[in-house]
């Protein structure tokens, strides 16, 4: 029997990945992160996660203006800018990120 390490390359490149997100509930605030991608705060979740969205929003434009290729750069995790250009792509086609990014 053939190895199948081909086919199993193949269908985890298929899988969509997503950073996790976490929350951190404070007293005064909720601070929302994208793990390695970006954090926000807020005085409601609803405004932490606006505010999140935001970022990541911008970072994903920046790698995308700044040429950084999707294999990544020097001591970047090619999961992330894989993440960022897709969420470029979706900017750039004038979606909506949110789904992408709180559906996961």
């Given amino acids: 029997m053939p190895p199948l390490t081909g086919r199993i390359t193949l269908l985890r490149m298929a899988q969509r990945w997503t950073p996790p997100l976490q929350l951190h509930p404070r007293t005064d605030r909720c601070e929302l992160s994208l793990v390695g991608v970006a954090t926000a705060h807020g005085a ?61």
């Avoid at 996660?49 to 001591?75: K, M, P």
């Avoid at 995790?77 to 250009?85: A, C, K, S």
């Fill in 44 to 104: 409601t979740l609803q405004e932490a996660t606006n505010n999140l969205l935001v970022r990541v929003h911008d970072v994903s434009v920046a790698v995308r203006r700044c040429g950084i290729s999707r294999s990544g750069a020097f001591g970047s995790d090619p999961q992330v800018i894989e993440f960022l250009w897709e969420i470029g792509d979706i900017v750039a086609s004038g979606g909506d990120i949110r789904t992408r990014i709180l559906d996961a």
